[in-house]
């Protein structure tokens, strides 16, 4: 059966597109930035992926043959301060919610910044040294910004509700075994994927598996 056909305005909230922009560093900026969540022992997702032209799950088999070890891919999302170079907030206050993808490297660096300032109720400062390759220092802030009025955190809880889903949903591409064959051995598959419902990822559990 196919889906009702309805009538409505302007306002629909379900046709939204592709609306995110990826977070990525800027080479000489400091970003000071927060990470929404609204469970500290989720604040992250994540699963093991391959990138051959495109980022897709690991099935375990000839992607591990012929592209190598799969290793995590991990995401969140990000509230962005308008701030200046150095990562100090202008004035009027201001913000974006951005979604961030990153790997097993820059975790490291988030785990040890939170074993000193849990990123639960600390904001960061990413600075890039590399913009190609997203090699990024983070550095604690003495609190959230987000979190210190009760308006503005339900406000951007509100925001990041749709990005988390973009979140999950955009890690990576859950390819067949067959499609993932044709991609590595150079038939080209029509399908892109769609990415597996990945499990949120807990601070303490993922390196231990790395």
Known sequence: MSEEIKTFGLDNDEIRGNQFTKYAGKKGEVHRCGIVYTDPKAMFVGTKV???????????????????????????????YATDNLGNPKKPFGYEILPWMFGEQTYTKLKTADSEFPLASHDIKISCTNEDYQNLDINSCRESIWQAKAELKESILAEAKH???????????DLSVEEIKDLILGTQTSSEGAADPVAPVNLDDVLKSV
């Open 50 to 80: 391959h990138y051959f032209q495109r980022y897709f799950i690991c099935k375990k088999g000839l992607c591990c043959d012929k592209v190598g070890l799969a290793k995590y891919r991990i995401g969140a999302v990000l509230v962005k």
């Open 163 to 173: 990005c988390w889903e973009w979140v999950k949903k955009g890690l990576a591409s």
